[in-house]
């Protein structure tokens, strides 16, 4: 026997392992079997098997369903076995010198116990893993026993500010969110769904099309997961009332207070209006019939201008919150009488805790935070003694950054999955926003993903995982483990400047905002010496991009979308210098730099983006192109 000693790495690594004295070793002529009543239903899981042995050693395992083979030509057991599993999403995974054998309760379960068996041929078969007491072809004998803290496990993407991403770009990222165990997919979405009444509104955003849903669901299904319609039904719908046959229906449509100043055009719907809720009804009929998920997020988020505009006498007469809680209940019915359930962003209503009771019971709160030590406990508790199912929802810390703030990323994750469990949250969505432009590409957003999805399957089994290693492997199957170092280490550039402004990053301050307003951000006798330290510090961490030997179909472009991420935060160091009076670099010097940038951020964004938002995303750079 072979002595095994060394644990593997695994995204997420499952709640029980144990490795055993001995290996399995793959041959050809050997079967996958699939035992089931129904076997066609698992038929998927296994051919992602058979791809992967296929891929790693150059053979075919044949799939068979037959119990009539000999049992020495059967490889692996693929069984769907619910009285041996009691947990639905949960699996056995066994591996012995003879055989390998996964069961689970239904086939879901058995598609999660086939994705860590994905993992583990992976690890030990690439040809960049080092296992010298393993003959050739093998892996260690284990047994798994593994289940979900969390029974929904979520990823939202923002495809309304300014990204809508190709349907080639979403389905590899539900097969990279699958292959990691997540079940929910929502599509943040203000104006970038073709409504065919409403043409106006997403005439020049590419959006997604019912038959793009229809399409991305059925993909979405046969992965295990669940794509939610996701429809701001209140505020951030500048979108839609910047249009003559919307405007009446806007709260404020000649302008409003946001907490940190003067907002110039509408944002929210007049929650007296009638008509504003006949429009959120006639969305959700146009909307819903594309998926086959019977539940809605209906945002209804960050409502700053209620109360300032034609609801103000009302929000003066019975307080904002009933104003606000009254106009999310007719949602309510719009979304029960389709036969959905109702999930809403929480931040308002949790201003008004004395509310909360007042929720309907069969609908679900999304707590959102995104800083490290967002009160996650606090707020779950509320929603807990008052019946209401909710979600704890953590962000990737991706947009306002240009390139993440890794160690806030993982901290706002790991807080929200701990003190998630602690009240009994019904799920977990990991939140990737694009603010401001949107201007981080979508692998910036993978460390996050990652983290998010292996915290949310088992915290305790996971919250010491080496997020790093896991990215490498699984995120950018990068053989010479470089980009996953390069990822989380530039997203703790954030950390240089000293200054950590709140869910941005200084050096995406210093890009976008005009030079007097970021001055104060540092003392003009250090500022020279930061920025400079800084660059190096940035220079250090790019040099290795061009070793990286990824062997995704992507690598290439992975090597330039973190190029560009380095590129954007020299600049954003060049203009901080230049700012603060150093000569080093001229106007014309900076003008020219910048040019470059924009032309391959254009380019990039083309890659796996949709046209549409990219003009408006490219405004953001007007600011410093000024300056030049």
């Not at 009444?197 to 849903?213: C, K, L, R, V, Y």
């Not at 950590?500 to 020279?528: C, H, M, T, V």
Request: glycine share 8%; charged share 20%.
């Amino acid at each position: 026997m072979v002595k095994m000693d060394i644990q593997p790495i695994l995204l997420p690594y499952p709640r029980s392992l144990k490795i055993i004295d001995d290996f399995y070793t793959f041959s050809t002529n050997q079967q996958i079997l699939l035992e089931s009543e129904h076997p066609q239903s698992i038929l998927f899981s296994g051919t992602q098997i058979q791809k992967a042995i296929l891929a790693q050693l150059g053979f075919k395992y044949e799939i068979n369903a037959s119990t009539s083979i000999l049992r020495e030509q059967i490889g692996i057991i693929l069984r769907v076995a619910p009285v041996h599993v009691n947990n639905h999403q949960g699996y056995l995974l066994h591996i012995t010198p003879s055989s390998i054998c996964i069961e689970a309760n239904n086939e879901q379960g058995l598609f999660y116990g086939c994705a860590t068996l994905i993992q583990i041929i992976y690890y030990y078969l690439s040809h960049s893993s080092k296992n010298d007491s393993l003959p050739v072809g093998s892996i260690p004998c284990m047994d798994i026993a593994d289940w979900p803290d969390f029974v929904n496990r979520g990823v939202m993407l923002d495809i309304s500010r300014n990204k809508v991403p190709t349907m080639d770009t979403i389905f590899n990222l539900v097969d990279l969110l699958s292959s990691w165990k997540i079940n929910q997919l929502q599509l943040y979405t203000e104006h970038t769904f073709a409504y065919k009444q409403h043409p106006e509104i997403w005439a020049d955003a590419s959006p997604f099309t019912g038959e793009n849903i229809l399409i991305l669901d059925t993909y979405c299904r046969e992965r295990y997961i669940e794509l939610v319609p996701n429809q701001n039904s209140f505020g951030h719908l500048e979108h839609w009332l910047n249009h003559p046959r919307y405007k009446s229906l806007a709260e404020a449509p000649d302008g409003f207070d946001f907490p940190w100043g003067h907002h110039s055009g509408p944002f929210s719907l007049c929650p007296l209006d009638p008509g504003s809720i006949k429009l959120v009804g006639s969305l959700y009929d146009e909307l819903l019939p594309h998926f086959s998920s019977c539940q809605i997020n209906v945002g209804c988020d960050e409502t700053f201008d209620l109360g300032q505009g034609r609801s103000k006498n009302q929000c003066a007469s019975v307080g904002s919150g009933r104003v606000y809680l009254d106009f999310l209940l007719k949602i309510y019915e719009q979304v029960t009488e389709r036969g959905y359930k109702m999930q809403f962003w929480g931040d308002i209503i949790m201003a008004h805790p004395e509310l909360v009771h007042e929720l309907p019971k069969d609908s679900i709160a999304l707590e959102w935070g995104y800083e490290a030590k967002h009160p996650f406990y606090d707020h779950g508790e509320i929603f807990a003694h008052a019946g209401l199912p909710f979600y704890v929802c953590p962000g990737t810390s991706s947009w306002n950054s240009i390139a993440g703030r890794t160690d806030n990323c993982i901290q706002n994750l790991a807080n929200a999955a701990k003190n998630g469990l602690k009240n009994g949250a019904a799920g977990y969505l990991i939140t990737d926003w694009g603010d401001n432009g949107h201007w981080q590409v979508l692998p910036v957003s993978y460390l996050g993903f990652a983290a998010g999805a292996a915290y949310s399957w088992s915290y305790q089994a996971n919250v010491d995982l080496d997020i790093m290693a896991a990215l490498e492997r699984y995120a950018f199957q990068d053989t010479a483990y470089i980009l996953g170092k390069v990822a989380y280490d530039l997203g703790n550039i954030y950390h240089q400047i000293g200054i950590e402004p709140e869910n941005s990053s200084a050096l995406f301050e210093i890009l976008q905002r005009p030079i007097q307003e970021w001055k104060g951000y540092l003392e003009p006798d250090k500022a020279i010496s930061v920025l400079s330290h800084t660059l190096d510090v940035i220079d250090m961490v790019a040099v290795s991009i061009s070793t990286a030997t990824s062997t995704r179909y992507d690598k290439g472009l992975l090597e330039r979308e973190f190029t560009l991420t380095a590129n954007l935060l020299r600049h954003a160091c060049l203009r901080g210098l230049f700012g603060f009076g150093s000569t080093s670099n001229s106007r014309n010097f900076l003008a020219s730099d910048l040019k470059k940038i924009i032309d391959e951020f254009t380019d990039i964004w083309l890659l796996r983006n949709r046209p549409g938002g990219l003009e408006d995303s490219l405004t953001y750079f007007n600011t410093p192109r000024k300056d030049y």
